[in-house]
Every structure is written in C-alpha cells, then in structure tokens.
C-alpha cells in the first residue's frame, strides 16, 4: 500500500471505542497535545450532518415509524427498529453472541456509540456506593473513595452540561449544575407525600445532560439550549444533550492531534514479550475484512462493558494465555448491571385545572433509601426509583364515524398519571460472568462471547420490596389504579451492563489498579463500564466519564515523565 | 373535499398509472405521487372507502383529506406480510361483495350508516381474519389521522421543538 507504514500507523495513543467515556479520553489526551486514534468498529457519525430524522415530525415518516419489511430483514434481533432509528440498529449478522442464559445487548456500533442513545441522567456516586463492597463483604474493596473522583465530576459535568438541582443529600452528592426541569404537579404532590410518610425517603427532580442555559464552554463546543423536542435518541441539531458526536469528539478534532478510524473492528491488543507491554492493536476492516495493526504508546480500552471483556479475553499471548492482564482468571467474571424488573404505575384524581405544558426531558428520581446508612433489610444493597408522574389527554377510540373525527380532533384531559421504575444494585458474583466460545466465529473471525449472567436471590427480594414499598408510597399519595409488577425483564434490559475486569488493590483479587490501568501491563487503561468494582444505584455514564477523565490525565502525567 | 370527488380523483390518478407508456418509463418520467401498489383500482377505491367510512370529513377534515387512504396503502404494502396484505384485498373485496347483496350497491356508493354498518359487522365476527382485518385497518387509520400534519398542527396544538416544559399550568376555559 503506497505510503502506508508502520510510522503511519504508530501514534501516541489509541482509544478503542468513541462512546461516551472513549469520547472523554480522546477530549483529555488531545487536549494535552497528545497524538491520538479512535478505533470505532461502525461508521462515522458527524454531529448533525449524520442525524437523518433529527427535528422530523411524525408525518415525514413514510411509514409513520413502522420499518418496512425489506429494511427488517437483517435486523430481527435489534433495537431502534423504528422508521426514528433505524441507522443506529445493529445488523443481527454483526456480533453474533451467546446467551447461555438470557440476556438484552444493546450496542451502539457506530461514532458516539452509546452517547447518542443514552436516558442522559446523571447521578453522582457517593462513598455510600464506594463503600458498598467492604462494608457489605462482596466483590473486593473500590481502590478508590468519592474525594478522588470528586473534582473529575465536577470536570465533566461542567463540561458536559448538566440540569438538575442542588438537593445536599449525602447519598446522591450535588453536581454542577444549570437549572433543572419543573417537576410536575403531581410530581412535587408526591415529593410533599413522600417526605411526610416516610422520613429518610426524598424525591428530587433527576440530573441530566441537559443544557438549560448555555454557557461559553458550552457555545464553544457548538451547542446549544435543549429545546425539550424529546427525540434525543435520533440525534440532536441543537447539540442539547451531551454525546460524544455533539460535544468531546468534535473538540479534540478541533485540536488537530486526533484522527477516526471507523470500520475497524477490534480483533485484539497487541503485546510484545520482550517489552513487557502493549504495542499495539489488531483490527479487521469491516469492510475489506483486512487484518491491519496500530501501533502506540498507550491504549485506552472503552469498547462497552461487554466488548471491553471479549476484546481483552481475545489478547492472547505466550505471557498472557488467558488474555491480556489475566494472571488470577477473574478476567470477564464478576459481570453486573442494574436490576431494573419493576414497574408500576398509578393514577391521582386531582389538580383536575392543572396541566403541563411542552415536553420534559428528564424525570424525578427518588434517591436510594434501603440500607444506605447501615444494613436494615434482608436483601443486601437497595434501589432507586425513577418517577415520571404528567398529565395525558384521553381519547375515545370506541365510535367510528362523526363521533371518532370529533373525539379525534378533540381529546379531553385525563387523570393524571404516575409511573416508577426500579433501578437496583446487583451484587457481582462469580457466577455471573461472560468467557470467548471456543469454536464459534463472527464473520470477522473473532471468537463469540458467550454471556452467562442471571439473577440471584438478592434481586428477588430487591424486587420484592420494591414492590411493596411503591404501593406503599402510592397509597400513602393517595392514588388510584396502583399497578406495581415484576416484569421479570432479563438482565441486560437495564443498557448498564458492568465489570468484568474490576478495579482492586490487589493484584490477585482484581485486574485494574486505582487509574484504571491493568495491573500485569500498566499502559493498557479500561475505563468504561469493564471497570466498575460494583454498580451503585445510578445511571453509571457519569461515574465512566469522570473516571476516564481522571485515568487519562494520569495517563498525560506518565507519559510526560516517561514512565508509562 | 368531497368525498365523492377525492375518490373520483383516486380512480383518473390510478388509471394515469397504468396507462403510463413504456417510453416515459424508461425516460424516468413517471408520476412521483403515486407508487406502484400491490391493490387493483377498485381495491384502492375500496381502502379508501373504508378509511373515509371510520373517520368522514363531515364539516371539518377526515381521513381522505390528510392523505390516509395512500398511507394504508403503502403501509401494507411495505410493512406487512403477504398473508396480511392477501387477507386486507380479500376482506375489502368482501364488504364489496356484502354490499351488493344487502344493499344492491357498490360499496363506495353506500351511505356512511350503511358502510359503517357493514364495516362495524366484522368486528365482531367469529372469523378472525375478519377482526383482524378491522382491528388493522381502524387503529392504522386512527394513526394515519393523529400523525397527519394538518392534524397535529391545526388541532392537537403539536410543535417540534417546544422550547419548554412546564410542569403545572392552569387550564384554560
């Protein structure tokens, strides 16, 4: 290949995936003049020019967002399989996997990943969260503490723009923040009930990656006020929420030290023996199907949770012959995610001449309450619940003839209505875990990964209580029509699939260190969802950004001293 | 519009399709506005009919003035499988036929009670192809409606970019 060489294809540093928190380490590294590549395995995604139903009404849909069959054919397993969303579905050829038990992966294979389909809430952790597994007696001990990752929030949320309020609850520390949403009526009713009937228990309005009033960080980048269109997972014009297409990537281009790779499918990481590190990555052009090998200084991993686990699992070496940085097996066991199987909803036969108006794109939250303070049930961990609580219109759709038209045309306000969901800590066990398949082969050639992740009693009686204590709280509101289920959704469900390839003190116990980087092969740094020791209760984005933020900086520093 | 009149335009524009010459075919002239569809003229005439049957004009818009006769169409053209398609051409070709028998009349010319009547009857039939075929046909109509542009501007009050949410506002009188 004419100019092609190996000098063309060495950098300072690779970051393999561009979603969320490879998005962030891109930002940090190039922002530091660091010469840096993104290996995304999808195509490119350029914010606003690549959002084709961005800002579309319903009727500039063909089908009104139904997938016409021939468009369906390929994607029978997918997600996003609307007319909306189609160009993020991921074709059911592309990453074949296992499901030794049942499992939802949701993958967004594309640049910006999983920032462009995100619920945008962000929730910091607290030591109650950190302190989780020591204080519990589960997994092993977070290297870290909330004053470490501390001022890393505090970074990306300014950066990245953050809506919400100052609520000082030291389960759910306070972010930066610009102005939250409104609650509803009936949100800031339930919020009155709840703090009276059960001391402890809080409702707040949710923190998102919302801007609400721009500030210049935010102009520079390009963006703009969210103008509550609610369509965020088509992409936005406005660069509104935060993703990685709308606000970091474009930022470390404008550095001139970043270039994207897209198309390129990461096969392994490449270690040299007589080094002692990692050199390098192999990918397969998804479109040539070509073998080509990258070569750099440091090597950010941020393929997703999962992919993260399989990339590092398929880094075999005569050093490594379980995968890279796997010397006590624990690579790809102690997997998590969120419990998310309960649902409920409710109806309130008040604020009969009230009603909202616009569209909201967050929703309230009620902080974990069961054994934040010290262990008080018999499940261990807890829960937090999301609540959407609005009022709908109400259309008889009984009649056909005059009488539909008129109803049509002219719906009548209806009850207001409230729903929660559960969003639950799981315990990593061994047990729950993900491993390569040893014969089946993806059409790249890269071994299948089989994912053996199920619930444990400890959820059950999560859910339980969940339950209970929604109809509690719903009753003790006064409403009506109390719907409160277990879906019994599988795990995956959630989009918050975590660890694998935990953080720890030590060595024979874990496989990162506290920045992040593998313990056995120190320039090989997994920030993403791979990392995470436990899961908390909150929606774990934030806590990936911050924490890549952190380990790149560290990275930076290193590289500097030249001891990395 | 008339229903009459939008259903006599529907007849000369299908006709225009089949009449098209080969040469402007292959010229690449052809009338955008009309797709090649699996329905026959009188099938067209018939969805139409029926979508104008559940949701009639009166003396406001219906279902033929935004266009939901050519969104049925294309819908279980694209979006549905043989055996719905089959089943939607010979459900309409029954109310055709029932329509002739009970009221000696093409369907199409039967008063909105009389079509609505033979059209409500399968709703509650034992057949379940018959049900299926009206559950289909009257939510895609209701959907077609509700998501028309004229719809959600000029009535249900829908813009795409809000600019705002409040979350407790009084009602208005």
Not at chain 1, 98 to 121: C, D, M, N, T
Not at chain 1, 513 to 541: I, R, Y
Request: with cysteine; aromatic share 10%; glycine share 8%.
């Amino acid at each position: 290949m004419p100019g092609d060489s190996v000098k063309n294809r060495t950098y300072e540093a690779i970051v393999i995936g561009s979603g969320a928190s490879g998005g962030w380490a891109a930002k940090e590294l190039c922002d530091k003049g660091i010469n840096t590549l993104i290996l995304e395995r999808g195509r490119n995604v350029e914010h606003i020019k690549d959002y084709p139903t961005a800002s579309k009404a319903p009727w500039q849909f063909e089908h009104r967002g139904t997938v016409s069959i021939e468009q369906r054919k390929n994607y029978q397993g997918a997600r996003f399989l609307r007319e909306e969303t189609l160009h993020w579905a991921l074709r059911d050829d592309e990453q074949p996997f296992i499901q030794e038990k049942p499992f939802r992966w949701v993958r967004g294979y594309h640049v910006g990943g999983k920032s462009l389909l995100w619920a945008r809430q962000t929730q910091r952790w607290s030591d109650y969260d950190f302190e989780g597994p020591i204080r519990d007696a589960f997994a092993v001990d977070w290297p870290i503490r909330y004053k470490d990752i501390e001022p890393w929030y505090t970074y990306v949320e300014k950066f990245a723009g953050i809506a919400g309020n100052k609520d000082g609850l030291p389960e759910l520390p306070d972010s930066e923040v610009m102005p939250g949403f409104e609650m509803s009526c009936l949100e800031r009713y339930f919020k009155e009930s709840i703090e009276k009937n059960f001391p402890g228990r809080h409702l707040i309005q949710a923190r998102c990656a919302h801007i609400t009033d721009p500030q210049p960080i935010h102009t520079q980048q390009g963006r703009n006020k969210c103008q509550n269109q609610n369509m965020c997972n088509r992409g936005c014009v406005y660069g509104g929420y935060f993703s990685s297409n709308a606000s970091t990537i474009p930022w470390a281009l404008r550095t001139g030290k970043l270039k994207i790779r897209p198309h390129a499918v990461v096969h392994s990481i490449i270690y040299d023996e007589k080094k002692n590190r990692a050199t390098g990555v192999r990918i397969i052009d998804s479109e040539t199907k070509e073998m080509i090998e990258f070569y750099a200084t440091v090597i950010f991993l941020n393929a997703s949770a999962l992919n993260s686990n399989a990339i590092l699992l398929n880094s075999t070496s005569t050093r490594f012959p379980n995968g890279l940085g796997n010397d006590n097996g624990l690579l790809g066991k102690y997997v998590a995610w969120h419990n998310y199987r309960g649902k409920g909803n409710a109806q309130y036969e008040g604020f009969k001449d009230k009603k909202t108006d616009g569209r909201n794109p967050s929703n309230a939250y009620i902080p974990r309450f069961r054994n934040v303070f010290k262990q008080e049930t018999d499940f261990l961990r807890g829960y937090a619940i999301g609540i959407g609580g609005g009022r709908g219109t109400f259309v008889s759709e009984d009649l056909i003839g005059d009488e539909l038209r008129e109803n049509l045309l002219h719906p009548q306000l209806g009850d207001w209505n409230i729903s929660s969901w559960m969003m639950g800590e799981t315990v990593p066990t061994e047990k729950n875990h993900v491993r390569l398949h040893k014969d089946l082969k993806d059409k790249y050639g890269i071994p299948q990964l089989i994912v053996s992740c199920d619930w444990t009693d400890n959820d059950d009686k999560m859910v339980a209580d969940y339950i209970e204590q929604s109809k509690l709280m719903f009753e003790k509101a006064g409403f009506i029509n109390i719907k409160v289920e277990d879906t019994k959704s599988p795990p995956g469900a959630d989009i918050h699939e975590m660890g694998g390839v935990r953080m720890g003190n030590d060595q024979k116990t874990s496989l990162l260190n506290k920045w992040n980087q593998l313990h056995e092969c120190k320039n090989v740094f997994v920030t993403d969802g791979a990392c995470m020791t436990s899961t908390g209760t909150q929606n774990p984005t934030l806590t990936f950004m911050a924490l890549t933020a952190r380990a790149s900086n560290y990275a930076v520093e290193e590289l500097k001293k030249g001891t990395i | 519009m008339n229903r009459r009149k939008v259903l006599k335009q529907l007849a000369i524009a299908t006709g225009g399709l089949i009449t098209l010459p080969q040469w402007m075919i292959s010229c690449g002239i052809s009338d955008s506005n009309v797709h090649t569809t699996s329905f026959s003229p009188v099938e067209q005439q018939l969805l139409a009919s029926v979508s104008d049957t559940i949701i009639p004009a009166g003396n406001s818009i219906g279902a033929l003035s935004v266009g939901v006769d050519k969104y049925l169409q294309k819908l279980i053209d694209d979006c549905y499988e043989k055996d719905v398609q089959d089943n939607a051409k010979f459900q309409l070709n029954g109310l055709e036929k029932s329509a002739k028998v009970k009221f000696k009349k093409s369907f199409v010319d039967c008063s909105q009670l009389q079509r609505q009547e033979l059209f409500v009857a399968l709703s509650s039939s034992n057949v379940k192809v018959e049900k299926d075929f009206f559950t289909l046909i009257k939510s895609e109509t209701i959907k077609g409606f509700n998501t028309s542009q004229k719809v959600m501007q000029d009535y249900l009050n829908y813009k795409v970019a809000p600019g705002h949410y409040y979350g407790c506002v009084d009602v208005k009188a």
